[in-house]
């Protein structure tokens, strides 16, 4: 451990950091936003319209321009953010190169996402006028179901590598778990998180044949076997309850909901404007800014529902191994690595948190004991 992993108020300090820089953020790309529609969309609608004659280039190089700009305007607050602060709380273990490199690589993944989508969205805008909400929610929850399938193996390994889990005994307790409980497992990995953090995690990744249990080469280092058994044990409890199906239905339904309330805000934006209609390309920057908005209000809805699953596999844990001991100082020890605030507001815990405090955790292990 370092010095001052285990101090409360490092780790409250640490939290309090992160949660300024989320706000910050939320009060720059609202800011951001403001400025581009007011100073900004019309001359380039304008000049795209002149420049190019395609109906989809239009509103392609439209959409390049607007990312561009609200790229540029949180670079500064990510670099900060990831690169930074986290360097400042010696938890990063990433050269500036190193980050340089991820953030080329993810911002090229995401252009290639978010153009094929912007196409996707104009393809139905322009053929589908009164359900194009409808048409877009569908389309949307294809491409989240998708995403979520080729996760474990196109997308983590551009950043990480795959480790063989080596430990036989670790192996052989993992394999009577999911034995014991009924649960199928397609593969468990470690992966090389050490080389850009000190952090420690593991995670339930991907859908059928695709799904895995990856455990960070941190958590390995630095947890007993027995530790690491509550940790995939709660993984299992995912798989076991379906956690993954379920998350992806509270985001269908949340998807339609998103894109209704979209489509009566834009039908309105038009005919207050004078827009052409809904594929008019000075609509766009209105459309990214409702989804944004309503992403924010519906976050303490997501986390809730979030934590509620986390709980359940929480418990699942701790029946199926049968030792809250382990768990208990599971808990203890990812909130010294990972610095994690044990107990934190009411109001962070609805805004920030997807998983139940690190004290309500460990509360759960000893009332479990008891």
Not at 108 to 125: D, K, P
Not at 160 to 168: A, F, I, N, S, W
Not at 289 to 316: H, Q, V
Request: hydrophobic share 50%; aromatic share 12%.
């Amino acid at each position: 451990m370092n010095e001052g992993e285990g101090d409360p108020k490092r780790r409250k300090k640490y939290a309090l950091v992160k949660s300024r820089i989320f706000l910050v953020n939320l009060l720059l790309v609202t800011c951001a936003l403001i400025v581009f529609e007011i100073q900004f969309a019309g001359p380039l609608a304008s000049f795209t319209g002149k420049a190019y004659s395609n109906y989809y280039a239009v509103r392609l190089v439209f959409a390049a321009a607007f990312f561009t700009y609200l790229y540029l305007v949180q670079l500064p607050l990510r670099m900060i953010g990831s690169f930074y602060i986290e360097h400042a709380y010696d938890l990063s273990r990433q050269s500036l190169s190193d980050w340089i490199k991820d953030e080329v690589k993810s911002t090229i993944l995401s252009s290639l996402l978010t153009f094929a989508c912007i196409a996707g969205l104009y393809f139905i805008l322009r053929n589908f006028e009164q359900l194009w909400w409808l048409f877009c929610a569908i389309a949307w929850i294809m491409v989240s179901v998708g995403l979520t399938r080729i996760l474990p193996v196109f997308i983590i390994p551009l950043f990480y590598k795959y480790l063989p889990l080596q430990d036989e005994s670790l192996k052989e307790k993992i394999i009577k778990l999911s034995n014991r409980e009924g649960v199928d497992i397609e593969d468990i990995s470690l992966i090389d998180l050490s080389r850009k953090t000190r952090k420690a995690n593991a995670a339930l990744v991907g859908l059928g044949k695709t799904r895995k249990v990856i455990i960070s080469d941190t958590l390995k280092e630095k947890f007993t076997n027995e530790e690491i058994e509550a940790v995939v044990a709660h993984e299992f409890g995912h798989l076991k309850y379906r956690h993954i199906h379920k998350l992806l239905l509270f985001s269908g339904i949340s998807t339609f909901l998103v894109f209704y309330a979209a489509y009566l805000m834009i039908n309105r934006i038009v005919t207050e404007s004078g827009a052409a209609g809904a594929d008019d390309p000075i609509i766009f920057p209105y459309f990214f800014g409702i989804m944004f908005l309503m992403g924010i209000i519906l976050l303490p809805l997501k986390n809730l529902f979030s934590r509620i699953l986390e709980r359940e596999a929480d418990m699942f844990a701790l029946k199926a191994i049968d030792n809250s001991e382990n768990f208990v100082s599971v808990m203890k020890k990812l909130a010294e690595m990972n610095l994690a605030d044990t107990d934190p507001s009411k109001l962070r815990k609805v805004f920030l948190y997807d998983h139940p405090p690190i004290s309500e955790r460990i509360r759960m292990g000893e009332e479990f004991e008891g």
